[in-house]
């Protein structure tokens, strides 16, 4: 069932940003929290004439209230690139665990439905391929991804132990490698890196010798998926991404095709603990909420591609390949 009232923290990020518009579009009135760590408030300024919409500026591992209803809790508060968490591994940690807290305790007090976005990433450098959701990882945790990947993984346990002991609606999704436009340049990821690489003519920096592999879902893709586990009484874990595997290598040549750039390849150090496959299996996001991605790797590149050469001030001819 559809929500009539959502909270949806981490609301002013990339994905959060989305999910907000795509609620509000649904007729769902949305409170969003953010603390503007690595979100902004630019990415829902559409949003704020909207009487349905309002902006919180919220640091949820304090004290957090919302009066009146609320239907649904959608906890997507946190760093989630690896620049972001290695320069605020404190708070990553932190709003992982009593931000978690914070928001089911939320959630139990309104009787809401809550949703965690959890992360391919409790899956470390996995030793299964494609990833199942019954398979129970491989991470470092003492390596320097571990406050992000241990964040998740505590967020998990936390739900759960809220379902098992207080009742409480909840359902987990765990997100594989998302991308689109509202992405930061600087964020760090392959794709915003490689397409802000490609469009100003440096060099596409590939980590390691490229052959690791990924597997991107479009933003619009997930936010759907999303939605479908929030409407459902599924209570997961759940993946919700693209099977569609390609290696980091491949994602660069394309990028580099797609904006029909001349920008060399060049390879540099592979991070500590960067996984060398991700791929989901999505067979149960297809069997229980009748949902898979539909935007191929290609299409959806495209569109980021426009937007990057949009936000970078970029001349046509730097997108002639879009």
Same mark, same amino acid.
């Given at each position: 069932?559809?929500a009539?009232?959502?909270?949806v923290?981490?609301g002013?990020?990339?994905?959060?940003?989305?999910?907000?518009?795509?609620?509000?579009?649904?007729?769902?009135?949305?409170?969003?929290?953010d603390?503007f760590?690595t979100?902004?408030?630019?990415?829902?300024a559409?949003?704020?004439?909207?009487?349905?919409?309002r902006?919180?500026?919220?640091?949820?591992?304090?004290?957090?209230?919302v009066?009146?209803d609320?239907?649904?809790?959608?906890h997507?508060a946190s760093?989630?690139s690896?620049?972001?968490y290695?320069?605020?591994? =404190?708070?990553?940690?932190?709003v992982?665990?009593?931000g978690?807290?914070h928001?089911?305790?939320?959630a139990?007090?309104?009787?809401?439905?809550?949703?965690l976005?959890s992360?391919?990433e409790?899956?470390?450098?996995?030793?299964?391929?494609?990833q199942?959701?019954g398979?129970?990882?491989?991470?470092?945790p003492?390596?320097?991804r571990?406050?992000?990947d241990?964040?998740?993984r505590f967020?998990e346990?936390l739900?759960?132990a809220? /379902?098992?002991?207080?009742g409480t609606?909840?359902? =987990?999704?765990?997100?594989?490698?998302?991308?689109?436009p509202?992405m /930061?340049p600087?964020d760090?990821?392959?794709?915003?890196?490689?397409?802000?690489q490609?469009?100003?003519?440096?060099?596409?920096?590939?980590?390691?010798?490229?052959?690791?592999?990924r597997?991107?879902c479009?933003?619009?893709?997930?936010?759907?998926?999303?939605?479908?586990?929030a409407?459902?009484?599924?209570?997961?874990?759940?993946?919700?991404g693209?099977?569609?595997e390609?290696?980091?290598?491949?994602?660069?040549?394309?990028i580099?095709g797609?904006?029909?750039?001349?920008?060399?390849?060049e390879? =540099?150090?592979?991070?500590?603990?960067?996984?060398?496959?991700?791929?989901? #299996?999505?067979s149960?996001?297809?069997?229980?909420l009748?949902?898979?991605?539909q935007?191929?790797?290609?299409?959806?590149?495209?569109?980021?591609?426009?937007?990057?050469? #949009?936000?970078?001030?970029e001349?046509?001819k730097?997108?002639?390949?879009?």
């Amino acid at each position: 069932m559809e929500a009539r009232r959502a909270v949806v923290t981490g609301g002013a990020g990339f994905l959060g940003s989305y999910l907000c518009e795509r609620l509000v579009e649904r007729g769902t009135e949305v409170i969003c929290m953010d603390n503007f760590l690595t979100g902004s408030p630019d990415n829902v300024a559409h949003l704020m004439g909207n009487s349905a919409f309002r902006l919180v500026e919220c640091d949820l591992t304090g004290f957090v209230h919302v009066s009146g209803d609320v239907d649904l809790v959608l906890h997507f508060a946190s760093a989630a690139s690896p620049v972001d968490y290695l320069r605020h591994p =404190i708070e990553t940690l932190k709003v992982g665990s009593l931000g978690t807290l914070h928001a089911l305790g939320l959630a139990r007090e309104k009787g809401a439905r809550f949703v965690l976005a959890s992360t391919s990433e409790v899956y470390g450098d996995p030793l299964e391929h494609p990833q199942k959701e019954g398979y129970w990882g491989n991470v470092n945790p003492v390596g320097p991804r571990s406050v992000y990947d241990e964040a998740k993984r505590f967020a998990e346990s936390l739900t759960t132990a809220y /379902r098992n002991s207080h009742g409480t609606d909840t359902g =987990i999704v765990r997100i594989f490698n998302t991308y689109g436009p509202r992405m /930061r340049p600087h964020d760090g990821r392959a794709i915003p890196t490689f397409i802000r690489q490609a469009l100003s003519g440096e060099p596409i920096t590939v980590t390691g010798d490229g052959t690791q592999t990924r597997s991107i879902c479009y933003v619009t893709d997930t936010v759907e998926g999303i939605l479908a586990m929030a409407d459902s009484d599924f209570e997961g874990p759940v993946n919700i991404g693209n099977p569609a595997e390609l290696t980091m290598l491949e994602l660069a040549e394309t990028i580099r095709g797609l904006t029909g750039s001349s920008s060399p390849i060049e390879f =540099i150090d592979r991070p500590a603990d960067d996984p060398a496959v991700r791929r989901p #299996d999505t067979s149960l996001a297809a069997s229980r909420l009748g949902w898979k991605a539909q935007v191929e790797a290609g299409d959806g590149l495209r569109r980021t591609i426009e937007w990057f050469a #949009d936000k970078l001030s970029e001349t046509p001819k730097a997108v002639a390949g879009r």
